[in-house]
């Protein structure tokens, strides 16, 4: 590094260059990110030294993320759930396949996903020694639940079903699945990484949350829908022993044991969080999800006025296409199977969609 510290305004300039070269999130299509809530930015800033990694020194902190792990097991129907806040959706599913692992107690665990399934499963495998089974979908690229006993033996410790995957936008049939996971006495965890902050807000939406008996564990992320800053996400158990099961001893620290995976944790993205449930409520939560939805079924309409049609009809602000060519500078992702994918996060406003259809209309004419 450095022999001698560089000046501050040089500094600044040298960073702010930089984030100059970051993409406008005008132009981001992609994203599961967003902008943070301006009330998610205050709370961030007045909790940026606290460590929730050593609760017993932060117990104000800590109050607050139980209450962020209260208010968000009420919205899924299950007010004593327990929890914590996590990195994010990886970190969540990391830990909830490692807890069916550990209540298995089998010596070669197998676990079934859909083929849809977030990227982060496969490191979760790679990591616990888990074999991954790939459940097939329907057309409609929901996970196929008819096809899971089949793949269930007396070595299989976990049943995954998606609330909103992140390709397709689409909610699996989790209700099927909670009916599968009781026969057989299996744990299933439920990635509403993506979903369980816009499912919960809308008019009418597929049950995915503990309001069906088989669900053992969700994963859900304030840091996309939730509009936290970065990072913030949540693992949320049905019974408190799931998250013991994982209990390490911790000598030194204020506390004498903890279940998370991370050690060290942020505190203020997680009272953002908070923040912005408490801010908006129910009402400003489900204004904000309506707005997406507007928004993507008007992009849904636009596309499909120039001839590009949806690949499949989401239940989540996630629109895809056929492929087109789309025009720098716009930001868009593209699935596996090679759709055009466009996630209407809240930063995506109804005028940003006009302005991107007119250029699509443009260079597809
Ligand atoms: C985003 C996402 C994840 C991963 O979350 P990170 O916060 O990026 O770790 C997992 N599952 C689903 C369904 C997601 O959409």
């Not at 998370?260 to 953002?272: C, D, E, K, M, N």
Request: aromatic share 8%; glycine share 8%; hydrophobic share 40%.
């Amino acid at each position: 590094m450095r022999e001698k510290g560089q000046p501050e305004d040089l500094l600044f300039s040298f960073l702010q260059e930089k984030r100059r070269q970051d993409i406008n999130h005008n132009y981001i299509l992609s994203s599961m990110c967003t902008v943070p809530h301006p009330v998610a930015v205050r709370a961030h800033v007045l909790f940026m030294e606290t460590n929730l990694g050593d609760p017993g020194l932060f117990p104000g902190t800590s109050s607050l993320e139980a209450l962020l792990v209260e208010r968000i097991g009420s919205l899924f129907h299950l007010p004593g759930a327990c929890g914590y806040a996590t990195s994010g959706g990886t970190e969540s599913n990391i830990q909830a396949l490692r807890i069916a692992k550990c209540l298995s107690r089998l010596s070669r665990p197998n676990v079934i996903v859909p083929e849809s399934a977030h990227f982060s499963f496969q490191k979760a495998c790679d990591i616990l020694g888990l074999e991954m089974r790939t459940a097939p979908l329907d057309s409609g690229y929901r996970m196929d639940a008819g096809e899971v006993p089949s793949l269930i033996d007396q070595n299989t410790c976990a049943i995954v079903g998606v609330a909103g995957t992140t390709e397709y936008g689409v909610v699996d049939p989790i209700g099927a699945l909670s009916d599968i996971a009781l026969d057989h006495d299996i744990f299933l965890h439920v990635d509403a990484a993506f979903g369980g902050m816009v499912l919960p807000f809308m008019e009418a939406c597929p049950s995915f949350d503990f309001s069906l008996p088989g669900v053992s564990s969700i994963a859900v992320d304030p840091h996309k829908m939730g509009m936290s800053t970065i990072p913030a996400g949540v693992i949320l158990v049905r019974d408190r022993e799931f998250l013991s099961s994982l209990s390490v001893d911790t000598p030194y620290l204020s506390v004498k044991q903890e279940f998370t995976l991370s050690g060290t944790r942020p505190g203020g993205s997680v009272v953002g969080a908070l923040a912005v449930l408490e801010y908006l409520g129910r009402e400003g939560m489900a204004d904000i999800v309506a707005g997406c939805m507007k928004n993507t079924w008007r992009l849904i309409d636009g596309m499909e006025a120039f001839g590009i049609s949806r690949a499949t009809t989401p239940d989540v602000n996630v629109a895809t296409f056929e492929p087109a060519r789309v025009p720098p500078p716009w930001r868009v992702s593209w699935t596996r199977k090679g759709h055009m994918r466009i996630v209407c996060m809240p930063h995506v406003h109804a005028s940003i969609i006009e302005t991107f259809l007119k250029d699509i209309g443009d260079s597809n004419a």
